[in-house]
Every structure is written in structure tokens, then in C-alpha cells.
């Protein structure tokens, strides 16, 4: 197990203190290097001769499991020491009570984890070492535990270690960004809970979130000082339900936020017979694109663009070792919603080529059966399974397991209203998997510098001469890849653009008075179109309060 992800993303100089480690021990350096390439990461089994300071230092349990309390609070002083300002310490502590430990000792066994110290002693210990714990989270890992060893073993045995998270600073008031999901399979993983898990491994920085059909609650200020809420592609049955909600928030000293990612135009019918509520009555807006920013202006002023960004690179490719593979297939890779009509576009030059090339190029299509039918090759495969999500999605691992397993991806992208409000996230992907992007100009052209990170085509006879191009020469492949991925690892990670959102958030509540006078002023400018407007009954609505209900719904 790696602990990675407990480390803030923004540290570039990182400690790791491992102690005596089995020989399968994994350090956390590599994957965290993914996440931060631009970090100097430090992996040693004690301090002795550790100069400098770092910006995070992870003490393993092995180091602190069996240490006394005074010998403890040293050694957390001395760690301390060598933080920077703002710096982290991340400790892990191996659960004695862990299910293959306790079973071991009841058989007369030596216990695999050797440790004595508890998770008590631990967090006294950094509480007299002058140190402020703001972290304390578990991780597990599957065990089959019979009843009996629950009873024996008095505490819960699927614990396999705790993770403590402290800080040297002074700690900032509390934070709560608290999201209401619309859609919950493909966009909310990248325009919510990803920035979150980064936001959440700062001091204080505390998230949660409810789904649309869920009811969500209201935390009091006296738990978060700042508390934000965030409703993410969703739209009100009306008008009136809009302004109840917001009259909530107002009334609760909540920042209200929209989240929204796609041109509202395509649902607009039910934005317009509700005023465009959702937009006029939130404090500001936060979308994805330029392009999205221009047209929500045209409702509230206060609109931030956040990039979509990727949580963390993928290993290099190998491209030595798999060009070694003489009788190895190019693998053309396509997976996206809803871009059936420009598969169709392209489908005519796919059979072409499938014809030529025959075995030697093989065809992943994601999760789209008639697309996949529609293609006349032997060498084809479905990605996808009718029992998951109707057959229409497939698991986020899944998607990046067949992307990175690929060779080129094909982006097409139809130029209208509701594509040039998208994001170019599918490059990004394709660039972090070692993917060659054969893309349309729409959204790509911005990103994409043709022929030398990747390929752009504005017909069909384009199209055909690229991908016969990245076909039939690897190294010019291996060369635009190359350019790709270091483009995204030095401008298109979470870990470099995270921290923009937490001081957008902070720049809106030192105005929060002031922005709540103007969200009431476009609402009442509206309102009078809505006098005799009676609020629909709702599903989501805080928790134990029924008489502030609000219902959001899903555009569709």
C-alpha cells in the first residue's frame, strides 16, 4: 500500500522515512512523481544524514510502531524541524488489531505487523510534540474476518493501517466545499471530486457531497466557518424552487456556487421557462471553457474558467520494447458520448483502411455497439459490457486501461454551438496513455500543434492521409507522443492548478455580502413574472427540513 495521495500536491521536495521494510515494501515515490513530476523526492530509512528542508516528510509505521512516548515525541520534533513553511507530516501506523495479524497470533503464529504503539498514543504524541494533527483517515483492505475474531479482537479488524496528517502552522478556519451531484459517472469524477481529494489534503479543507436524488445537509458555521455549496448540472422545475433554494443559502451564510461544463443551450427549454434561475441566483459560476465563460456572463458576471486538468501522468510507454514486437498490431482507439454522427463521417475511410491493412491494425470501440457493428473488420473489439451502466459507459480504470494499451485515438468533433463549449480533457488522456490524436479543429486546434504533438484533420481526405501516416510510421508516432506528454506534464496537472480554486473560493467570501445583494437583484427582477408560481414537490431537500426543499434535476 502507497500513500501518495496524502501528500499535498503542490510539495516539490519530499521526504520519505521507511525504517526496516520487507522486500516487497513499495515506497510512495513513484506513483506520487505521476502526480507531481516536478518534485525532488527523498527516500531514506532514518534521518541520519538528511540535510535540508522539504515541504512534506512521511514517516512509515515501521520507523515510529514500536517507539516509546518520549522517544516519539523527539523524533516528530525533529521531522518538524525540517519542514518548510506550510509544510506536512504524514505518519502511517500499521493496525496490530488487523484481521491477518490477529489470526496469525490465535494460530500461534508470529503477528505480521510488529507494533505496539496505538493510534492514540501516536496522535498524543504529535499533540506534545507542539505539532496540529488535521488529519486522521483509515485505510483498509479486503480480509475475510468470522465473527469470533471481531468479539476477540475488541477493535475493528478490516483496519489495516491509520494515517495521521499534521502541520507546524497555525491552522486556517475550517472550509467545507459541499457539492450536489447531477451526474455523477463522467462529469462529476472530473469537475468535482478529483479537485477535491487535491483541496482536501490542505489544513482544514473539508469536502462532501450528496447526490441529486439524496437529501443533503446543512452544516452549521460553528462546525465550518466558510461553507461552500456547489450544485453541479442540475436545473430547477421552477422558478420558485430556485429562489427557496437560494433564500436556504442565504439565509444559512452558504457560498453558492453552479457548477456546469456543457453548453446550457442544449437544455435550454427547461432553463428558460425558469428564468435561468439556476445561474441569476447562485453568488458565481464555475465552468471549463472560455467559451461556456462568454455565454454565463450573459447571466451573472462572476464566472470562473477552471481548465480541466488530469489527477496524475501514466507511466511512460516502452515504445522500444513494443516496437520489438515485429508482428505487434497498430491499435486505433474510440471512446466518447455522443459522437455517433461523426463516427458515421468517418466510417467510410475506417472500412477503407480496415480492408487494407486487415489483421495488422485492430479496432477498440468503446461502449457503442451499433458503431462497433457498423465497422466491417475481423480485428475489432467492443469495450463494454451490457450488465455495467446499460452497456452505455464503461469504468473510469477501464477506459484509461484500453486508452493506454492503444496507439492512436480518433477525436472527432462536429463544429455547432454545444462542441465548441467542450473541453479538450480527451487529449489530455490520449497524451498522458502515449496516444496519438488524430482530432477535428474544434476545441482541439487550441491545444494541438499539428504534427508535433499530434495530428489535425479538416476533411476526410486529411483524415485518410494522417491516420495511414500514424499507421504505417511509429517513430513519427513515438515523437508526437513524446511531445504530448510532456506537454501535460508541465502545464495540465491537478497538482499545478488545484490550489486556484481555494483562493478563487476565498476571493468570493471576503465579498460574499456583496455578491449576495446582486444574486437577489437578478432574482428580483425575474421574480414578477412568477407572482402566482407554485413550487413544484421535490426528491432532494436538506436533511430533516422538508419545508426547505428544493428540487434540482438532471438536465436530459
Request: hydrophobic share 40%; net charge negative; aromatic share 10%.
Amino acid at each position: 500500500m502507497t500513500f501518495e495521495t496524502m501528500i499535498p500536491p503542490r510539495s516539490e521536495t519530499v521526504l520519505e522515512i521507511t525504517g526496516e521494510q520487507a522486500a516487497d515494501f513499495q515506497s510512495s515515490k513513484d506513483n506520487y512523481l505521476l502526480i507531481q513530476p516536478k518534485c525532488n523526492y527523498t527516500v531514506a530509512k532514518d534521518f541520519s544524514g538528511i540535510d535540508g528542508k522539504f515541504d512534506a516528510v512521511l514517516i512509515q509505521s515501521a520507523v515510529i510502531g514500536n517507539m516509546q512516548k518520549d522517544e516519539l515525541v523527539t523524533l516528530i520534533k525533529s521531522a518538524a524541524e525540517k519542514l518548510n513553511k506550510c509544510g506536512t507530516l504524514i505518519f502511517t501506523l500499521d493496525n496490530i488489531a488487523f484481521a491477518d495479524n490477529v489470526m496469525a497470533i490465535l494460530q500461534g503464529q508470529a503477528p505480521k505487523f510488529k507494533i505496539t504503539l496505538t493510534k492514540t498514543e501516536l496522535s498524543d504524541a504529535i499533540k506534545d510534540a507542539g505539532v496540529n494533527e488535521y488529519r486522521s483517515l483509515n485505510a483498509s483492505r479486503r480480509a475475510n474476518v468470522p465473527q469470533g475474531l471481531r468479539d476477540i479482537s475488541k477493535t475493528e479488524p478490516l483496519i489495516f493501517c491509520y494515517i495521521l496528517v499534521a502541520t507546524v502552522e497555525e491552522m486556517p478556519p475550517k472550509y467545507l466545499i459541499q457539492s450536489i451531484i447531477g451526474e455523477k459517472l463522467v462529469c462529476a469524477p472530473v469537475r468535482i471530486h478529483r479537485p477535491n481529494a487535491f483541496l482536501s489534503t490542505e489544513p482544514n479543507i473539508y469536502t462532501a457531497s450528496s447526490n441529486v436524488d439524496q437529501p443533503y445537509h446543512i452544516f452549521p458555521k460553528e462546525q465550518y466557518e466558510n461553507r461552500i455549496m456547489i450544485n453541479q448540472r442540475m436545473t430547477f422545475p421552477t422558478f420558485t424552487n430556485g429562489v427557496k433554494f437560494f433564500d436556504n443559502m442565504k439565509s444559512q451564510g452558504y457560498l453558492y456556487l453552479e457548477e456546469i461544463d456543457d453548453n446550457p443551450v442544449l437544455w435550454e427549454q427547461s432553463y428558460e421557462k425558469t428564468a435561468w434561475i439556476n445561474f441569476i441566483s447562485v453568488h458565481a459560476i464555475q465552468t471549463s471553457t472560455e467559451f461556456l465563460a462568454d455565454f454565463l456572463r450573459e447571466y451573472n458576471p462572476h464566472v470562473k474558467v477552471f481548465d480541466n486538468q488530469l489527477q496524475r501522468l501514466l507511466p511512460p510507454r516502452d515504445f522500444d520494447a513494443e516496437f520489438k514486437q515485429e508482428d505487434r498490431p497498430t491499435t486505433i482507439f474510440f471512446g466518447a458520448l455522443n459522437r455517433d454522427k461523426e463516427f458515421e463521417e468517418i466510417l467510410p475511410v475506417l472500412n477503407e483502411l480496415a480492408k487494407k491493412y486487415g489483421n495488422k491494425v485492430v479496432f477498440k470501440i468503446l461502449a457503442r455497439q451499433n458503431l462497433f457493428d457498423s465497422l466491417e473488420s475481423d480485428s475489432k473489439k467492443l469495450i463494454g459490457d451490457s450488465r455495467i451502466y446499460e452497456g452505455q459507459f464503461v469504468p473510469y480504470e477501464r477506459y484509461e486501461r484500453e486508452l493506454y494499451t492503444s496507439d492512436i485515438a480518433l477525436l472527432p468533433l462536429q463544429d455547432n454551438k454545444f462542441n465548441r463549449a467542450k473541453s479538450d480533457l480527451k487529449f489530455l488522456e490520449c497524451a498522458a496513455c502515449g496516444v496519438a490524436a488524430l482530432a477535428s479543429p474544434v476545441v482541439y486546434s487550441e491545444v494541438i500543434k499539428d504534427g508535433e504533438n499530434g495530428f489535425i484533420f479538416y476533411d476526410t481526405r486529411q483524415f485518410k492521409q494522417k491516420l495511414e501516416t500514424l499507421i504505417e510510421n511509429r517513430d513519427k508516432r513515438r515523437e508526437m507522443v513524446t511531445a504530448a506528454y510532456e506537454y501535460v506534464k508541465h502545464n495540465r496537472l491537478m497538482s499545478q492548478h488545484y490550489q486556484e480554486r481555494l483562493d478563487w473560493y476565498k476571493e468570493l467570501f471576503a465579498k460574499l455580502p456583496e455578491l449576495t445583494a446582486e444574486a437577489q437583484a437578478r432574482i428580483d427582477k425575474e421574480a414578477p413574472r412568477f407572482k402566482d408560481e407554485v413550487p413544484v414537490e421535490t426528491v432532494a431537500r436538506p436533511a430533516g427540513n422538508s419545508n426547505q426543499l428544493a428540487e434540482i434535476i438532471i438536465p436530459v
